[in-house]
């Protein structure tokens, strides 16, 4: 990933797990309302990868943003 992508998935990831938090949702949580395992979250979180395409709009819409 060049160092641009790098630092936009990483402001991503910051902000998706700041928002989750904010809201009490737990990784687990979240994973169950968008009908995935709980990995993709984990790895989100921690800014080893960014949101898989299908589940922008299911996440944007659990974290009401």
Known sequence: IPKDGQEIIRMLSENMTAIRTSKGLSQQELALRLNVVRQPISTCDQGLSSP?????IPLSDNLQT
């Open 52 to 56: 898989d395409p299908d589940t922008l």
